[in-house]
């Protein structure tokens, strides 16, 4: 198994996917070990550290990467198995920004309101305990939470030469801010380019579903991951970005209004039951009806994202893709 090892330096970080030539070839099967700056590229780490003052837009969510992988051609799928995803720093930060947010005024739900006040809070890592600790800006009152790092960011290049901002999700995953990004799961993406050209980023220590004020628990990662390839014709790619673990498969969809992303990430997913039980749309769909949970990703980004999610345990046996998960978890048990 080659390992490749990548902790990019600040002239080094991709803040687009597509638009950006690669930082190294990989081929499929190679484990590489990361290292991925937070959504605020290091610049909150007090708490009078301020984003209006701090942050140099469009200079936010920078990602490691791209990874051009060798082989990978348009109408492939590509596997990312994320073998582990750990706190970098013993701390990390969130904040208030002006006019950004699930609970606030927006550039696009625009409101004669004045932007609601800024603050930055800074949380304390735990290792030993594997917490970090919320203490709040305006009492004394402190709360343990426990530690369940994801990443907010992975995709590939999107299709038809587009370059999209690194604060964006879509069809070619990007900032979709889901929980389930979590170490274990593998995230299968459609290839749009030569060499898929995947980029990760955007480290939570955590983070609730919706992230409504705009950002979690941000953090700089060290993350190892398993890359591989799914040729076109062993089976169809993707639409939406798709995840699978031990227990669950899931589907992402990201769009304006957030029914739109619902919508986008169920029909993906009557397509997918389809395809694994052999069923017509009407019987997925009706199956679905009975059996999805829907966490919601994030609904503050410049699209949003919801998640349906399907539980292993209600269906047969499957072997998504082939069995490339279990496969995956094989390979990274071998390497650990």
């Known amino acids: 198994m080659d390992v490749v090892e990548f902790r990019p330096t600040p002239e080094q970080y991709a803040w687009t996917f597509g638009g950006v030539p690669p930082v190294a070839t990989v081929k499929p099967g190679t484990l590489l070990k990361l290292w991925t700056e937070d959504a605020f590229a290091g610049r909150l780490r007090t708490v009078d550290d301020l984003a209006s003052l701090s942050l140099k ?46 609970l606030t005024g927006t550039d696009r739900t625009a ?51 587009e370059v999209r901002s690194s604060l964006v999700p879509d069809t070619f995953g990007g900032n979709m801010d889901t929980p389930e990004m979590r170490a274990g799961v593998t995230c299968y993406l459609g290839v749009n380019v030569e060499g898929a050209l995947f980029s990760i980023g955007d480290g939570h220590y955590r983070q609730g579903e919706g992230e409504s004020c705009g950002t979690a628990v941000e953090g700089a990662m060290n993350t190892t991951l398993l890359v591989e390839l799914i040729k076109s014709g062993a089976a169809p790619a993707p639409l939406w970005p798709r995840i ?53 990703a994030n609904v503050c980004d410049t699209n949003y994202s919801a998640v349906t999610k399907v539980a292993k345990s209600l269906l047969p046996p499957v072997r998504a893709f082939d069995g490339m998960h279990s496969y995956l978890r094989e390979q990274a048990a071998a390497a650990s």
Do not use: K
């Open 244 to 296: 699978e673990s031990d227990t669950d498969l899931m589907v992402v969809g990201s769009a304006r209004p957030l029914e739109d992303a619902w919508r986008a990430s169920q029909v993906a997913m009557v397509d997918w039951l389809g395809e694994l039980l052999g069923l017509d749309r009407l019987d997925a769909y009706q199956l679905l009806t009975q059996i999805s949970q829907c966490p919601l």
């Open 111 to 161: 409101t004669l309101q004045p932007p609601l006040p800024e603050r930055t809070w800074i949380y304390h890592l735990n290792s030993d305990r594997r917490t970090v600790t919320f203490a709040a800006r305006g009492s004394e009152f402190q709360l343990e939470l426990p530690i369940d790092p994801m990443h907010g960011t992975v995709g590939v290049a999107p299709p038809a030469r």
């Open 57 to 102: 837009m469009p200079d936010v969510n920078p990602q490691t990467g791209p990874f051009y992988v060798a082989g990978a051609e348009p109408g492939d799928t590509l596997a990312v198995h994320f073998v582990s995803i750990e706190p970098a720093r013993d701390w990390a930060a969130s904040s208030t920004i002006p006019f950004f947010g699930g």
